[in-house]
């Protein structure tokens, strides 16, 4: 599903314009994105948690130039689902 078919949707499903739904979903990515690299965790009861990871500093070969690179520390965003969430994807 893509946003425009997600907000397609939504419009559909609430009766509300497209233009207003645009501006929730776009309003709502924005604040996870925002949280997120600022360090913040997003935690959405029966959803699931957006989070920063830390990936640890490694050294990595780039096989094309048979030399060994190091890869420094660095953060990624992750999301992890609710359990509810999970168990209600395996059915």
Do not use: C, W
Not at 35 to 41: I, K, L, S, T, Y
């Amino acid at each position: 599903m893509t946003k425009a078919e997600l907000i397609n949707e939504l419009a559909i499903t609430t009766g509300y314009d497209k233009k207003s739904i645009t501006v929730i979903v776009e309003g709502f990515m924005e604040n996870v994105k925002n949280n997120v690299a600022n360090g913040e965790n997003v935690y959405l009861r029966g959803f699931g948690s957006f989070v920063t990871k830390t990936r640890a500093a490694k050294v990595a070969r780039n096989i094309s130039q048979k030399a060994s690179i190091y890869v420094p520390e660095h953060k990624i965003p992750y999301f992890k689902p609710a359990k509810e969430f999970a168990a209600e994807v395996r059915k």
